[in-house]
């Protein structure tokens, strides 16, 4: 598996240019100024994006807005027409395009003639899927888009325990469509896309990390990775919360209620390196504001750059480097809690 890794590691860094390497600097360090000054600084624009393809999806997960239909924001699918013209201000300085926030990346039809437009821009590029899309057709057309990595979301080897949280999902609709990618990769002789089995550790699964690792090394996963479950209303508990402690971001008080373990410190790479794009052009500030109540500014009227250096978004900052702990959507981050020395 080494020399996959190898290989990804690779198609990241070949598509970097004099540019995006100076971005990166130029972020780095307004962000180390803003956070020892107190006072919010933005040098570069973002090298990292999520792109929404779909607010859609077939399944109920029970800890995703997505799968509860309970999103209060607009839902719809992300036009071609409109990714184009976000991608065409966006790419000079862009390194990393996740086509993913929430939804079923899939069911969107142009999904992907636009990861095709991406890599004609030279932009590394990865998706996260339930995989119950991924017919011998849509397998082939995926290696030739050019989608440098995709993520299958796998929370389970047996039916009975996948389904447990990937409700309405079907274990062998995920294994089949594992199948039909890593052919195609080997029909076509492509090193892409570099594939991820991502297990979401929660109690009903927990039992099973090792048969995981059995399960991706007999089909010729590349990676598997393990992630830790954000539970919404975790102080009292949750049926969810794994009892491996590592496999949990929250920790057991002496009164019997629950707690995130990390600190929250004042302070995260993330307002400075990346943000989201919902289907309709709302910029948010992370993945954590699934339900987009922090919208920074709409590329349906102003320009990227305007939004991204703007009085919104710097506001935003400004209120994040003093009194993190008050922005709701922090309050169940594990990101951010890095000191950058």
Request: proline share 4%.
């Amino acid at each position: 598996m080494w020399q996959a890794k190898l290989s990804d590691t690779w198609q990241f860094c070949k598509k970097q240019t004099f540019r995006k390497l100076w971005n990166g600097i130029l972020l780095l360090l307004s962000f180390q100024l803003s956070r020892l000054s107190k006072r919010p600084r933005i040098w570069g624009m973002p090298a990292s994006i999520s792109m929404e393809p779909t607010t859609s999806c077939n399944l109920r997960c029970p800890e995703c807005p997505s799968g509860l239909r309970s999103f209060t924001r607009p839902t719809g699918m992300l036009e071609k027409e409109r990714f184009a013209r976000m991608l065409n201000e966006l790419a000079p300085t862009l390194s990393y395009l996740t086509f993913y926030f929430q939804g079923e990346p899939y069911l969107n039809p142009s999904f992907l003639e636009m990861v095709e437009m991406a890599h004609r821009k030279n932009i590394y590029t990865a998706t996260s899927t339930n995989a119950h899309y991924l017919s011998t057709e849509v397998a082939e057309k995926t290696v030739r888009s050019g989608l440098d990595r995709l993520i299958i979301s796998i929370d389970g080897t047996t039916q009975d325990t996948y389904q447990a949280y990937r409700v309405g999902g079907h274990l062998e609709k995920v294994i089949a469509g594992t199948k039909e990618i890593l052919a195609a990769k080997k029909r076509l002789k492509s090193q892409t896309p570099y594939v991820i089995f991502q297990f979401l550790v929660v109690k009903p699964n927990e039992h099973q990390i090792a048969d995981v690792y059995r399960l991706a090394d007999e089909l010729g996963v590349d990676e598997v990775k393990l992630k830790t479950a954000q539970i919404y209303d975790y102080e009292m508990g949750s049926p969810l919360i794994p009892t491996q402690n590592q496999y949990s971001r929250y920790e057991k008080l002496e009164d019997g209620s629950y707690a995130i373990k990390n600190k929250m410190l004042d302070q995260c790479w993330r307002m400075w390196h990346s943000c989201v794009i919902t289907w309709n052009g709302s910029i948010v500030p992370c993945c954590f504001d699934k339900d987009a109540h922090h919208v920074l500014g709409s590329m349906e009227q102003d320009s990227f750059r305007q939004i991204w250096q703007g009085d919104a978004y710097r506001g935003f900052r400004q209120q994040l480097i003093h009194a993190r702990k008050e922005i709701d959507m922090c309050k169940n981050c594990t990101e951010g809690t890095k000191v950058w020395a």
